[in-house]
Each structure stands twice: as structure tokens, then as C-alpha cells.
């Protein structure tokens, strides 16, 4: 168990109603938020005092999925600098800046090794804490971060190959995995966006072999949540967010299909608000017995989709999936990064129609 983490008897939650309204992870942070979460800030920051206000900001973005009605929330992702980010507060081993033009980007250049326990178990203990609807946390998975930081450059000397790193995260990803369930969090995400951009045709042909490149992201996810149970496990999969510019790329998910059914998985976090997503008749392809949180909410562009424009969504998704498989969710996290700046009253109100429109759709098909 690690220390700090709630033993006590959890607070009660009720069972999810039909179509439960939920995030994808984050919301979108104030500007005083990203300030307290800004790597180059926090070091001139009072340890205890940013934590004093990193709490009662966490606990507004509870309370700000409460008030939209949110069956399933998260604590915003508010205490991280980015999705991908946060792994530099569980682990050393990683410089900032090595890619020219981009100074918050990571590379791994030391072979990675514990810095903190529990950090995504506390984020777990204080969620519990200040709410009694059902809660999720989430991780990046280990394809992801191979992907993203390490470098032929600067990565060699600590991990001679890209698959080497990526072997050496899983076994220090599935610790945080069973360190959240531990602590009681309902659902654990692990986002994995690069495995999504497969479903271009243009990433595709970046390989010699996409489809082996594929099966290695399956084998690693599989490796890291391997007989975990008491918890449900979902994989997030979208095509990048660019906030107000859209997305990172286009197709829809049936080269993916394989991949998706051979996850040993419980959910399926996918995105149907943008065009760029294809089909919804995909979803008759994947295995009966998963769930899908369905992206049925724009979280890019600034038009607020009614609820009307959700329910239509969902039911077109009905047409291939039974009523109780859906989860109704926006299509990504409203912001990956820190940098992101699109409004939380947006976002508010995006959600609040989303719980609209899953009243709506129980009220018809409950």
C-alpha cells in the first residue's frame, strides 16, 4: 500500500445510471492554475502553499463536474503540466528543451528510476475524498512514451533502442496502475493517441512494417495491466488535440480494428464528434462484452453542441451498440497541456448538455 493513500471505507457512490455522463481526463485550467503547474515556476513556489492551492483548485474542479451533473469525474488532470508531463514527477531520467524550438518537450537521456511514490494514488485519495460519483485517473501508456521521448541523439547511452525504453515503462506503469486501483479509483485510463494516428494512411506508411508497430503497442498495453482486476481499465484513443486547430489526423478506425479487439481491456474511450473520426458503424466490430465511451462532444472548437446534437450522436451509435455499452463522453480531454486555452465556462456548458442529453436518452430507451 503506499503511504498517504485512504484506507478508510470509501464514501457510498450509487451504481451508474443508464448512459453515464463523464470526461476523458482534463478540464481546462485558469490562467492561476497554470501558473502553479508551470515546470519552470514551481521551483520558486512554497512547497506547502502550492499544495494548499493546488488542493482547493482540484476540489473546484470537482465540484464544477458535480455541478454538470457528471456521473464519472476526475480531478481535472490540474495538478499536472500535461498528460504526458506528469510522468516526470513519478520518475528523473528526463531533460526538458533537447528538441530544438520546442522547450517543453521531454526526452528520457538516464535510465528512468523512482523520484516519488503515490503520485497518481494521492491524485486518487484526494478525488475520493470530494466526491461520491464514480471516478477515473489516467496514464500514458508506454508505446506513447517510447514515441515521444526518446531520441536517437540523446536516449542512446541510457536505452540503446526506442523498444528498450518502452520495456523498461511497463513495469513501472503497471505499479501506478495498481497503486490507483489500491486507492479506489473506479476506472484507470491509458491514453494512447499515438496508436490512434494509425488509422491515417499517410502515418501508416512511415513504417516499413506499421502493423508490427501496432502489435508492440498491444503487447506493451496488454503487459501492463495484465491480471489486474477490482478495476475497470479503459484505453483513450483519439487523433491528436490541437485545441482551435483541430486535430492531428484523419480516418476512421478500421485499420485499428485488430489492435482494438486484441487489447485485453474493458473500455474503449474513442471519438465521433469530428468528422475526421469516419463511421460510427465501427463499433459493431469490436467485441460485445467492452464498453465504449463514446466521444459525443466536440471539445475543440468553440460551437456548443446541444443536447439535441448528442443525442443524435449517441443514437446513431445505437444502431450498432447496445443502449448499456455506452458511456457518453467529449471526444478528448478538453486540455492535454497546460497551454490549452479554451474556456472552462465552455467546457461547463458543454458537459452540462451532455448530461442533457443522457437524460434525454434515458428517458426514451431506459
Same mark, same amino acid.
Given at each position: 500500500?503506499?503511504?498517504?493513500?485512504?484506507?478508510?471505507?470509501?464514501?457510498?457512490?450509487?451504481?451508474?445510471?443508464?448512459?453515464?455522463?463523464?470526461?476523458?481526463?482534463?478540464?481546462?485550467?485558469?490562467?492561476?492554475?497554470?501558473?502553479?503547474?508551470?515546470?519552470?515556476?514551481?521551483?520558486?513556489?512554497?512547497?506547502?502553499?502550492?499544495?494548499?492551492?493546488?488542493?482547493?483548485?482540484?476540489?473546484?474542479?470537482?465540484?464544477?463536474?458535480?455541478?454538470?451533473?457528471?456521473?464519472?469525474?476526475?480531478?481535472?488532470?490540474?495538478?499536472?503540466?500535461?498528460?504526458?508531463?506528469?510522468?516526470?514527477?513519478?520518475?528523473?531520467?528526463?531533460?526538458?528543451?533537447?528538441?530544438?524550438?520546442?522547450?517543453?518537450?521531454?526526452?528520457?537521456?538516464?535510465?528512468?528510476?523512482?523520484?516519488?511514490?503515490?503520485?497518481?494514488?494521492?491524485?486518487?485519495?484526494?478525488?475520493?475524498?470530494?466526491?461520491?460519483?464514480?471516478?477515473?485517473?489516467?496514464?500514458?501508456?508506454?508505446?506513447?512514451?517510447?514515441?515521444?521521448?526518446?531520441?536517437?541523439?540523446?536516449?542512446?547511452?541510457?536505452?540503446?533502442?526506442?523498444?528498450?525504453?518502452?520495456?523498461?515503462?511497463?513495469?513501472?506503469?503497471?505499479?501506478?496502475?495498481?497503486?490507483?486501483?489500491?486507492?479506489?479509483?473506479?476506472?484507470?485510463?491509458?491514453?494512447?493517441?499515438?496508436?490512434?494516428?494509425?488509422?491515417? +494512411?499517410?502515418? $501508416?506508411? @512511415?513504417?516499413?512494417?506499421?502493423? *508490427?508497430?501496432?502489435?508492440?503497442?498491444?503487447? /506493451?498495453? !496488454?503487459?501492463?495491466?495484465?491480471?489486474?482486476?477490482?478495476?475497470?481499465?479503459?484505453?483513450?484513443?483519439?487523433?491528436?488535440?490541437?485545441?482551435?486547430?483541430?486535430?492531428?489526423?484523419?480516418?476512421?478506425?478500421?485499420?485499428?480494428?485488430?489492435?482494438?479487439?486484441?487489447?485485453?481491456?474493458?473500455?474503449?474511450?474513442?471519438?465521433?464528434?469530428?468528422?475526421?473520426?469516419?463511421?460510427?458503424?465501427?463499433?459493431?466490430?469490436?467485441?460485445?462484452?467492452?464498453?465504449?465511451?463514446?466521444?459525443?462532444?466536440?471539445?475543440?472548437?468553440?460551437?456548443?453542441?446541444?443536447? +439535441?446534437?448528442? $443525442?443524435? @450522436?449517441?443514437?446513431?451509435?445505437? *444502431?450498432?451498440?447496445?443502449?448499456?455499452?455506452? /458511456?457518453? !463522453?467529449?471526444?478528448?480531454?478538453?486540455?492535454?497541456?497546460?497551454?490549452?486555452?479554451?474556456?472552462?465556462?465552455?467546457?461547463?456548458?458543454?458537459?452540462?448538455?451532455?448530461?442533457?442529453?443522457?437524460?434525454?436518452?434515458?428517458?426514451?430507451?431506459?
Amino acid at each position: 500500500m503506499i503511504a498517504g493513500v485512504n484506507t478508510e471505507s470509501p464514501p457510498y457512490r450509487p451504481a451508474l445510471p443508464l448512459f453515464p455522463a463523464g470526461v476523458v481526463g482534463s478540464l481546462p485550467r485558469p490562467v492561476w492554475v497554470r501558473a502553479l503547474v508551470d515546470p519552470e515556476r514551481r521551483e520558486q513556489l512554497d512547497t506547502g502553499e502550492r499544495q494548499r492551492q493546488l488542493d482547493v483548485a482540484v476540489a473546484f474542479a470537482i465540484a464544477l463536474q458535480e455541478a454538470a451533473g457528471l456521473d464519472i469525474v476526475t480531478d481535472g488532470e490540474w495538478r499536472r503540466d500535461s498528460y504526458v508531463g506528469v510522468v516526470t514527477e513519478m520518475w528523473s531520467g528526463f531533460q526538458r528543451g533537447l528538441k530544438p524550438g520546442v522547450p517543453w518537450w521531454l526526452t528520457v537521456i538516464e535510465r528512468i528510476s523512482r523520484k516519488t511514490e503515490g503520485v497518481l494514488a494521492r491524485e486518487v485519495e484526494f478525488l475520493r475524498k470530494h466526491t461520491t460519483r464514480h471516478t477515473k485517473v489516467c496514464l500514458p501508456s508506454p508505446y506513447l512514451l517510447g514515441r515521444r521521448m526518446w531520441d536517437h541523439e540523446f536516449s542512446r547511452d541510457a536505452y540503446a533502442t526506442r523498444e528498450a525504453f518502452m520495456e523498461a515503462l511497463v513495469p513501472c506503469l503497471r505499479e501506478e496502475l495498481l497503486a490507483t486501483r489500491d486507492a479506489g479509483v473506479d476506472i484507470v485510463q491509458i491514453d494512447d493517441t499515438h496508436l490512434c494516428q494509425f488509422v491515417a +494512411e499517410r502515418e $501508416r506508411t @512511415r513504417f516499413s512494417d506499421w502493423e *508490427q508497430e501496432i502489435n508492440l503497442c498491444v503487447s /506493451l498495453i !496488454n503487459a501492463v495491466v495484465e491480471d489486474v482486476d477490482g478495476v475497470t481499465v479503459a484505453v483513450h484513443l483519439c487523433r491528436g488535440n490541437r485545441g482551435r486547430q483541430g486535430w492531428g489526423k484523419e480516418g476512421g478506425y478500421e485499420p485499428i480494428v485488430p489492435a482494438l479487439r486484441a487489447l485485453n481491456v474493458h473500455q474503449y474511450v474513442m471519438e465521433f464528434a469530428i468528422p475526421a473520426a469516419g463511421d460510427v458503424s465501427v463499433l459493431a466490430e469490436l467485441p460485445m462484452g467492452r464498453q465504449i465511451g463514446l466521444g459525443c462532444v466536440d471539445c475543440r472548437n468553440e460551437h456548443v453542441d446541444t443536447p +439535441e446534437e448528442i $443525442r443524435e @450522436r449517441v443514437e446513431a451509435a445505437l *444502431q450498432h451498440v447496445r443502449p448499456e455499452r455506452i /458511456l457518453l !463522453n467529449p471526444d478528448c480531454g478538453f486540455a492535454p497541456g497546460s497551454g490549452f486555452d479554451i474556456p472552462l465556462d465552455e467546457a461547463y456548458k458543454k458537459l452540462s448538455n451532455e448530461v442533457a442529453a443522457a437524460v434525454m436518452l434515458r428517458d426514451r430507451y431506459g
